[in-house]
């Protein structure tokens, strides 16, 4: 779903942080007074029962927002995509991924994962309630009905089965930033070829539903329920806010498609043969130069790699000059370090090497050095791109 990237850590899954904003606590303890009134009278049971019943099933309800997202994480880490965290907050839940998507089946695989990971749950709850109350008492259990003993257990697996499935039909709405807004985008931009023609078919749908909302919270807050009311207002001011930012992102990135990765990079690359020696390399590169790293080219300028002023004099203080510098060179990220130099500008930005390295090295189709784009060069870029824009 959606949410804010600031959040309180609770814990760490599978290395991921899992953080909650601080509004969390405050719905968290509206959802439980509410519920623990309502549990007491459907199960005629103490405040004290009805209590803790209300504080497990709000805290599992949590719970499986997090799963939700846990499986929008792991399809972007089976995708290559770094997942920096998880945030819940009062409208649900925020996997922060460190890049869009580069390609449809990323996206789909991504999108699609969070409501099959809620469809999960919803398979584990309503088995464990037909474990309890068997197959011909199921649905009388499901709507709480007086022809079953409703106890703790049961009345919170059903509880969760029934909040969990207004989650995945909600969530499954094609409207952008919502699961099915990003499968409508993916989807579109697998039959078209054009992602931002996808970014924009599930921006508008986006703002369509925002639209929704917006009249549906207006007619209830005046006639029927002002809590669900104001609900539906403000998730409708968040969807259309989300929508129009993805309008906005999609008209800069087609000015970014305009730009090709020729026009910004340094065209004169500075490169080390990779038969030099270590001490040659540090005489005539690092110390000239005063560069803490330099790309390694092969006989025909090919791009091999990165070598370091680190293992350079490292290896000429050992007693160890005539090292040849590709003993040296680090050639385990070359196509993370790499980019086609006839690329757009936004193939830079979801290029690994300007986090890791603060550069990327520009190359033709045979993989010939022809270029080296730094982080600067990209923002001054980017910034001329801004004025730019109509």
Not at 100 to 113: G, H, I, K, Q
Not at 294 to 308: M, T
Request: aromatic share 8%.
């Amino acid at each position: 779903m959606f949410g804010r990237p600031g959040s309180i850590q609770l814990a760490r899954i599978f290395g991921i942080r899992v953080g909650v904003d601080v509004s969390w606590f405050v719905v968290l303890f509206i959802l439980i007074f509410f519920l623990s009134t309502q549990f007491r009278q459907t199960m005629d049971s103490s405040d004290g029962t009805a209590y803790v019943t209300a504080v497990i099933s709000a805290l599992l309800l949590f719970a499986s927002i997090v799963v939700h997202e846990l499986g929008h994480a792991f399809a972007a880490r089976r995708n290559g995509i770094t997942v920096t965290g998880i945030t819940i907050s009062p409208l649900g839940g925020f996997a922060m991924l460190s890049r869009e998507s580069r390609s449809p089946r990323e996206e789909l695989e991504v999108a699609a994962a969070g409501p099959f990971a809620t469809l999960l749950v919803i398979v584990v709850c309503v088995a464990l309630d037909l474990l309890i109350v068997g197959p011909g008492k199921f649905l009388h259990a499901a709507v709480l009905s007086d022809d079953v003993a409703i106890t703790p257990t049961l009345l919170t697996l059903s509880w969760l089965v029934t909040m969990n499935a207004i989650v995945l039909l909600f969530n499954l709405i094609p409207a952008y930033p919502l699961d099915g807004g990003r499968i409508v985008r993916g989807l579109v931009w697998a039959v078209t070829g054009d992602r931002n023609r996808g970014a924009r078919v599930a921006a508008r749908l986006g703002q369509g539903f925002a639209l929704v909302l917006l009249g549906l919270g207006l007619w209830a807050l005046i006639s029927w329920d002002a809590i669900i009311g104001l609900w539906c207002l403000f998730v409708g001011v968040t969807i259309g806010g989300s929508a129009r930012a993805m309008l906005a992102q999609s008209a800069f990135a087609e000015r970014l498609d305009e730009v090709r990765v020729a026009d910004v990079m340094d065209e004169e690359p500075v490169g080390i043969p990779q038969d030099l020696t270590a001490e040659q390399a540090l005489d005539d590169y690092f110390l000239r130069y005063r560069w803490p790293w330099f790309p390694v080219v092969d006989a025909d300028g090919r791009f091999v790699g990165v070598v370091s002023e680190e293992f350079v004099r490292d290896a000429v203080e050992r007693e160890r000059p005539t090292t040849p510098v590709r003993e040296l060179t680090r050639t385990e990220d070359v196509e993370q370090l790499t980019v086609g130099e006839e690329q757009s500008l936004r193939s830079l930005l979801e290029a690994d090497g300007l986090r890791t390295l603060g550069a990327i090295m520009a190359v033709d189709a045979a993989g010939v050095l022809r270029g080296v784009v730094t982080a600067g060069r990209l923002r001054r870029a980017l910034q001329s791109a801004v004025a730019m824009r109509p």
